[in-house]
């Protein structure tokens, strides 16, 4: 119909940037997370109902140069099974063979490209890859949030070249969520911040210190800010160069009104091999001892913060959740956090695998669960998209 935007796409080849790149276990191979398959499906259906043939382009992972090693094949089985679709992925990405495979297409038939990063053009944003990415369609969709934060040919380059180029479902849904978070968060405003370093967030914490009111550190990096506070976190991961950062972001925190909640108990253990940990007050680590994970009072402290909150943002594991002895930390965040009033997101990457891990119920307790990782983070500092910008009249139109 003409509301949704896809009137006169019948019989039009349309190429479908998704994001596929799942995680996938490095031993069997298999598929761990298939949500951004899931998540794909709307957009793909409604091009498939409207008459046009569907043409689906995704990376995976980062594969080493002039080698195949991480083939889209297994994406392609996974969307079969979920969608009752016939897929075929073409051996060659580029040229006469899958444009034949797309002209051939037939009602239920979807051709999936081979993993776009199989040609290092990709990632160079080249014009002459996307010049022949362009020769196998007619309209371009972006539906891969997760990957819209890279200027690469298929996200940037193919759509300036494309007159006919919209925003696919997900995208939306993703902009609109995340758009909540930076344009006039409703407020109280909490952002929960995890993961190992320091300096993989520091563009995201200093964004954040405009805008929230309380932001709950946790998981390793938040070793380095315990440690710039003065305790001794004994054998903990600490980023020693990033202590002078650590405590600039305290004090300006302070100056702005912030308040910046850190672990007041830890669970601690010798190694990251141990199978058990015991949960100490965060001053008190033992000698030999690491920290690995929050204790249950800090989980309590922090979520006592989002009861009252209207916004909760959280990116980044509070601890080694992969292995069960670390992981109570997140889960039970999660399950609080997932019971919280206000819009609760979840910034993909560790944490949203996590929420998922945690139980349906749990997953389903979230406002939105972001398919993307850097992009969400990306947004939430107020950089602007390639992917998004691309798909803008102004640009296209130079
Ligand atoms: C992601 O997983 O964040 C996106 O798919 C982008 O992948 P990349 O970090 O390898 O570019």
């Known amino acids: 119909s003409a509301g949704d935007g896809t009137s006169g796409i019948a019989g039009k080849r349309v190429f479908i940037r998704v994001d596929f790149n799942v995680p996938m276990d490095k031993k069997t191979g298999e598929i ?54 016939e897929v075929h992925v ?14 051939d297409l037939r009602v239920g038939q979807v051709c999936l490209l081979e993993n776009l990063r199989f040609h290092e053009e990709e990632e160079k944003n080249d014009e002459n890859f996307a010049r022949q990415l362009a020769e196998l369609c007619d309209v371009y969709v972006n539906d891969a949030f997760g990957a819209a934060h890279r200027a690469h040919a298929s996200v940037h380059a193919l759509p300036r070249l494309m007159r006919e180029r919209a925003a696919g479902l997900l995208l939306l849904k993703e902009l609109r969520a995340l758009g909540r978070l930076v344009d006039r968060p409703e407020k109280p405003y909490v952002a929960v911040l995890g993961g190992a370093k320091v300096s993989d967030k520091i563009d995201v914490v200093e964004a954040l210190l405009g805008v929230v009111d309380t932001l709950c550190i946790g998981g390793a990096m ?40 850190l672990p007041t108990d830890v669970v601690v253990a010798s190694s990251l091999e141990a199978d058990a940990g ?46 069960p002895a670390f992981s109570k930390g997140t889960f039970e965040l999660a399950k609080l956090m997932s019971k919280a009033s206000g819009f609760t997101v979840v910034g993909g990457g560790d944490s949203a695998a996590a929420v998922k891990q945690a139980g349906d119920e749990v997953a389903k307790g979230f406002k939105h669960i972001s398919t993307g990782g850097g992009a969400s983070l990306e947004l939430i500092e107020g950089k602007k998209l390639p992917g998004v910008e691309a798909l803008r009249a102004t640009e296209g139109a130079e």
């Open 32 to 85: 761990t997370d298939d949500a951004r398959i899931r998540e794909a499906i709307p957009t793909i259906k409604l091009v498939m109902e409207a008459g046009a043939k569907v043409v689906l382009a995704s990376h995976l992972g980062r594969p080493k140069p002039g080698k195949r090693d991480l083939s889209l094949e297994p994406v392609g089985a996974r969307l079969a099974e979920l969608t009752g679709y």
């Open 278 to 323: 015991s949960a100490v007050a965060a001053d008190a680590v033992p000698d030999g001892a690491m920290a690995l994970d929050i204790g249950p009072k800090t989980v309590a402290l922090f979520a006592d913060s989002f009861k009252r909150a209207k916004t909760v943002f959280w990116n980044g594991p509070m601890g080694l959740f992969e292995t």
């Open 222 to 261: 938040a070793n380095t800010f315990l440690a710039a506070q003065g305790k001794d976190m004994k054998k903990s991961k600490i980023e020693e160069d990033k202590l002078p950062l650590a405590r600039t972001i305290l004090s300006k925190a302070g100056n702005r009104g912030v308040q910046i909640l």
């Open 90 to 103: 073409p051996e060659e990405i580029v040229g006469d063979a899958p444009k034949k495979v797309i002209y």
